[in-house]
């Protein structure tokens, strides 16, 4: 029997780790335990994923909570150490962990297996923004600094671990977990009434998405940026769910009324993966600073105005539908305004975003 333990914590792991969970199910001899840090706990952040997923329920639930970097870091640690210690019911120890993407959890958890001897896979591993003012940079950096097997979404994520001396036999370009899971929702996604439900027709509106702090938590960036989707909103609906570090930003600079006095704007609390897919499929542009919309746009050949100076996906802008506009408010118009006239560059799907990226991971983590 391989006993392998697998970690979730923050909303955008639960749709990277759902196919490979599936994929891993098919094989006989293999045991998976299902771990949540906690470190989103909101129904709206984390249940909902679970159910709309398919998802089991995570067999241990760490329930660290918020907090500041370094004591979600050190409670996520120190948890983790104790659940490896305890091991798998009926075994000695794990044989392997596998984590996905670059949150707080990923790290954490990633340090305190490869301490204890256990070998991590990090799934997504090898993406680089260059900016270590991102937190998520930091975490990438170590998760991959340590981990036993890289598994790599786009080719430029073997260069990156190239440059950082990995022997060429731990890295794997596998493909895109968070694109498996679109592939296999779109469908169900497409059928639900959620357009009815916010007055919005297919290819008649845009979604925003905003939650880093380098866009949000300042009020002179924060600002200009709302300026302008107010603006917008008259020639086209936006349809702006509201992620909870951004609601208190808004509130504190007097931000929300502006928002809720525009006609075409329409606020939402954070949404469920499939109504949110059945959204972000149907529309005619995404402006986000989200890492994954940058991936899920392209593979939707979607318009995606990404707010953000650099990406650590530059495949979604060289290929895809990608293009950064930092908090430029400018440089977001202009671009709005292409969108809208259908002058706007297309894109295309990069190799292996194919749907059976879990299938690939599933075969080396097994067998490695
Ligand atoms: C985290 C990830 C980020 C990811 C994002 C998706 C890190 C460093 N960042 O950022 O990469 O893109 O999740 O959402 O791991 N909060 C709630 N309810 C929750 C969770 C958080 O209200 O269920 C509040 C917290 O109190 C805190 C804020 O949201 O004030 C930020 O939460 P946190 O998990 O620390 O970081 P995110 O900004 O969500």
């Given at each position: 029997?391989?006993?392998?333990?697998?970690?979730?914590?923050?909303?955008?792991?639960?749709?990277?780790?759902?196919?490979?969970?599936r994929?891993?199910?098919?094989?006989e001899?293999?045991?998976?335990?299902?771990?949540?840090?906690?470190?989103?706990?909101?129904?709206?952040?984390?249940d909902?994923?679970?159910?709309?997923?398919?998802?089991?329920?995570?067999?241990?639930?760490?329930?660290?909570?918020?907090?500041?970097?370094?004591?979600?870091?050190?409670?996520?640690?120190?948890?983790?150490?104790?659940?490896l210690?305890?091991?798998?019911t009926?075994?000695?120890?794990?044989?392997?962990?596998?984590?996905?993407?670059?949150?707080?959890?990923?790290?954490?958890?990633?340090?305190a297996?490869?301490k204890?001897?256990?070998?991590?896979?990090?799934?997504?591993?090898g993406?680089?923004?260059?900016?270590?003012?991102?937190?998520?940079e930091?975490?990438?950096?170590?998760?991959?600094?340590?981990?036993?097997?890289?598994?790599?979404?786009?080719?430029?994520?073997?260069?990156?671990?190239?440059?950082?001396?990995?022997?060429?036999?731990?890295?794997h370009?596998?493909?895109?977990?968070?694109?498996?899971?679109?592939?296999?929702?779109?469908?169900?996604?497409?059928?639900?009434?959620?357009?009815?439900?916010?007055?919005?027709r297919?290819?008649?509106y845009?979604?925003?998405?905003?939650?880093?702090?380098?866009?949000?938590?300042?009020?002179?960036?924060?600002?200009?940026?709302?300026?302008?989707?107010?603006?917008?909103?008259?020639?086209?609906?936006?349809?702006?769910?509201v992620?909870p570090?951004?609601?208190?930003?808004?509130e504190a600079?007097?931000?929300?009324?502006?928002?809720?006095?525009?006609?075409?704007?329409?606020?939402?609390?954070?949404?469920?993966?499939?109504?949110?897919?059945?959204?972000?499929?149907?529309?005619?542009?995404i402006?986000?600073?989200?890492?994954?919309?940058?991936?899920e746009?392209?593979?939707?050949?979607?318009?995606?105005?990404?707010?953000?100076?650099?990406?650590?996906?530059?495949?979604?802008?060289?290929?895809?539908?990608?293009?950064?506009?930092?908090?430029?408010?400018?440089?977001?118009?202009?671009?709005?305004?292409?969108?809208?006239?259908?002058?706007?560059?297309?894109?295309?799907?990069?190799?292996?975003?194919?749907?059976?990226?879990?299938?690939?991971?599933?075969?080396?983590?097994v067998?490695?």
């Amino acid at each position: 029997m391989v006993y392998l333990a697998t970690v979730v914590g923050a909303r955008p792991n639960f749709m990277k780790m759902a196919p490979l969970l599936r994929a891993l199910d098919k094989y006989e001899g293999v045991t998976t335990t299902l771990i949540h840090t906690g470190q989103h706990y909101d129904s709206q952040l984390s249940d909902v994923f679970f159910r709309d997923l398919g998802m089991k329920h995570p067999d241990i639930h760490l329930e660290v909570g918020s907090g500041k970097h370094g004591q979600q870091t050190a409670r996520v640690l120190e948890k983790m150490e104790e659940v490896l210690e305890d091991g798998p019911t009926g075994s000695g120890a794990y044989d392997r962990l596998i984590v996905v993407g670059d949150v707080n959890s990923t790290m954490a958890a990633t340090l305190a297996a490869v301490k204890m001897g256990i070998p991590v896979a990090h799934v997504e591993a090898g993406l680089r923004s260059r900016d270590r003012t991102m937190p998520e940079e930091i975490n990438r950096l170590v998760t991959d600094a340590i981990s036993d097997m890289l598994l790599v979404s786009e080719p430029e994520g073997l260069e990156n671990l190239k440059q950082e001396g990995h022997d060429e036999r731990q890295v794997h370009l596998v493909g895109n977990v968070m694109i498996d899971t679109l592939l296999h929702q779109l469908s169900a996604a497409r059928k639900l009434d959620v357009l009815e439900q916010l007055g919005v027709r297919p290819d008649e509106y845009g979604i925003v998405t905003l939650h880093r702090p380098s866009n949000v938590d300042q009020a002179e960036t924060l600002g200009p940026l709302i300026d302008v989707m107010v603006q917008i909103s008259r020639d086209l609906k936006l349809v702006f769910p509201v992620h909870p570090r951004t609601k208190a930003r808004l509130e504190a600079f007097g931000l929300m009324e502006k928002l809720k006095s525009a006609a075409g704007v329409i606020l939402q609390p954070p949404m469920g993966y499939m109504e949110f897919l059945a959204l972000t499929s149907q529309s005619r542009v995404i402006v986000t600073d989200s890492g994954g919309l940058q991936e899920e746009s392209t593979a939707l050949g979607i318009p995606c105005l990404t707010m953000r100076e650099n990406t650590e996906r530059p495949i979604t802008v060289e290929m895809g539908t990608s293009t950064l506009i930092g908090s430029d408010a400018d440089k977001l118009r202009l671009h709005l305004e292409q969108v809208l006239q259908g002058t706007y560059k297309k894109g295309s799907c990069p190799e292996l975003w194919d749907g059976k990226a879990a299938e690939r991971i599933a075969e080396i983590v097994v067998g490695g």
